[in-house]
């Protein structure tokens, strides 16, 4: 079976223009998770999605970030417009809302901005 | 504030010697507790705990839940290079939000 599909696996773009970031969760699931990582603080929640609404965007660090999901098969994480403090991997995860709750991650998405 | 606090931050071991990896939270709505490995790619899921005092295991690993006293450990026997990685815990309240903690960094000598 397909894990979770993120694209581009890599990206690198000048300060200031625009980011998008796109993620396939694995089939069945109804919950979706996007996820910065760097050195300096780990792991972050910037938002997730239960049945493709957005549950809660408290992580999202600035009104630079925007994340859609239009379907139960998609979403887009974007950046506009980027900076380089925004240098991170980015992470697309899924889960089914069993008790469990246990997530998939995707591959990432490593994003430089010069 | 939620929190998920791991310790220790880095360990440098030589294969074949045990570690035991120490995860403790704070959070409002406990569902359950995760633990990943994380190499040079994503994190990948190890274990999930819900119950205090059950025992997981998986061949080396293994992983247990104390509720009462807000931790779980993860141990590994027998280290060998190929466990060298970030360890993640990760706690998941209700509405499936996983509070992360900052993981411990294993690095096992050959």
């Known amino acids: 079976d397909a894990g979770v599909i993120q694209s581009p696996r890599h990206e690198v773009t000048e300060m200031g223009q625009e980011v998008t970031l796109r993620c396939k969760p694995i089939?069945?699931?109804?919950?979706l998770f996007w996820y910065r990582q760097t050195m300096m603080r780990g792991l972050e929640l910037l938002i997730y999605?239960?049945?493709?609404?957005?549950?809660?965007d408290s992580g999202m660090p600035e009104d630079r970030f925007s994340a859609k999901m239009p379907n139960a098969s998609f979403s887009t994480l974007k950046i506009q417009p980027s900076e380089p403090r925004d240098s991170a991997v980015y992470f697309c995860?899924?889960?089914?809302?069993?008790?469990?709750?246990?997530?998939?991650f995707g591959p990432g998405t490593r994003l430089l901005v010069l | 504030e939620d929190k998920v606090v791991q310790s220790p931050l880095s360990l440098v071991v030589h294969e074949g010697d045990t570690v035991t990896l120490n995860c403790s939270y704070e959070?409002?709505?406990?569902?359950?507790l995760l633990w990943y490995k994380q190499e040079k790619k994503a994190p990948t899921f190890l274990f999930m705990l819900t119950s205090s005092g059950i025992e997981k295991k998986s061949g080396r690993l293994s992983s247990i839940l104390d509720k009462k006293e807000l931790f779980s450990i993860l141990n590994i026997t027998a280290t060998q290079t190929g466990d060298s990685a970030i360890y993640l815990c990760a706690v998941v309240e209700y509405g499936n939000k996983l509070v992360f903690g900052a993981g411990t960094i294993l690095r096992v000598k050959s």
């Open positions: 089939s069945g699931h109804n919950s």
């Open positions: 995860a899924s889960s089914f809302s069993d008790r469990s709750g246990t997530q998939y």
């Open positions: 959070v409002t709505n406990f569902r359950s």
């Open positions: 999605f239960n049945n493709n609404v957005p549950i809660d």
